[in-house]
Structures are given as structure tokens and as C-alpha cells.
């Protein structure tokens, strides 16, 4: 899949720095996580020590390269910094469950929603541009602290 990732950036003539490419391998062997820019800072960071050491500003630019190429997908966050994944060129779709307690994110593959998104735009007469379909709410251990603060609270 990386093999590929790099195939569609010299198909697109993307010149591959140093950075550019530890940036890239770090998104992909986190790939089904959601990373913030300062994540990805960080482990790059471990990982390379003080060689090559990209710099914020460095990470965001190959990011939106990356994002513009359609390896990276971006998430934005209700109250936090936006999140980002590697996406395989040939990747189907995928939507998020996001926690709005700890900012959990869990994927939810495109076919678990399928039938009603095609629903809905049917009903609604509506044409989807392909953005992944976000389900804001609570994770199980956020869920019983809110239940547990409601009773308290009544």
C-alpha cells in the first residue's frame, strides 16, 4: 500500500524530501488512527531524533500536499484540533463515530451506512459530494460518566 502511495506521487510529480516521506510512513503505520499534527510532530520526532527534524510548519505543507494527492484524509474536530489519517489510493469509504467527552474517534465502514445515506438523499432529493459522514455523541466510558453526573446533579 505504501509501494502505491508512492507510485501516485510520482505520477503526480510530487517530489519526495526526506521529511516528506517520514511524514508519509509515519501516517501509514499509524493508519486507523486519527493523528493531530502535534501527534505526528512528536512521533517523528522519536523516530528521527534530531535527523532530518521537520518542523510544524513542514508537517502541515505535506499534509495538505498529501491531502490534495488523496492519501490523507482530514478530520475536523468540534473543540480540538482537526485529525489526520493515511487513506490507500484505492480506499472505499469510511465514516467516524466521534466522542464528544474524550474525542474518541472510531471508524464505521461505508457499508454499515450505506442504505441509509442512500435513503436520505433519495428522500431529500440531495446529491452527496463523497465527505464521510460524521455521528457526534458519547463513547461507552463517557456515556456512563454522563448518566452517573445527570443523577447526581437531580
Avoid at 516521506?21 to 493523528?35: M, N, Q, T, V
Avoid at 532530518?52 to 488523496?70: D, H, P, S
Avoid at 474524550?102 to 440531495?126: A, N
Wanted: glycine share 8%; net charge positive; charged share 30%.
Amino acid at each position: 500500500m505504501l509501494a502505491e502511495a508512492y507510485h501516485l506521487l510520482k505520477e503526480q510529480k510530487v517530489r519526495m524530501t526526506p521529511q516528506r516521506k517520514a511524514i508519509l510512513e509515519i501516517l501509514y503505520d499509524f493508519k486507523g488512527h486519527h493523528l493531530e499534527i502535534e501527534d505526528i510532530h512528536r512521533l517523528l520526532t522519536a523516530r528521527r531524533g534530531n535527523a532530518n527534524r521537520a518542523g510544524i510548519a513542514t508537517i502541515y505543507r505535506a499534509i495538505e500536499l498529501f491531502q490534495k494527492v488523496g492519501l490523507v484524509s482530514r478530520l475536523p474536530m468540534e473543540n480540538s484540533p482537526a485529525r489526520y489519517e493515511f487513506i490507500s489510493p484505492r480506499a472505499s469509504g469510511h465514516h467516524h463515530l466521534i466522542c464528544l467527552g474524550c474525542g474518541k474517534v472510531e471508524e464505521i465502514d461505508d457499508w454499515l451506512v450505506d442504505g441509509l445515506r442512500k435513503r436520505i438523499l433519495q428522500d431529500k432529493g440531495f446529491s452527496m459530494a463523497g465527505r464521510p459522514i460524521k455521528i457526534y455523541g458519547y463513547c461507552s466510558t463517557c456515556s456512563k460518566k454522563v448518566l452517573q453526573d445527570r443523577k447526581i446533579s437531580v
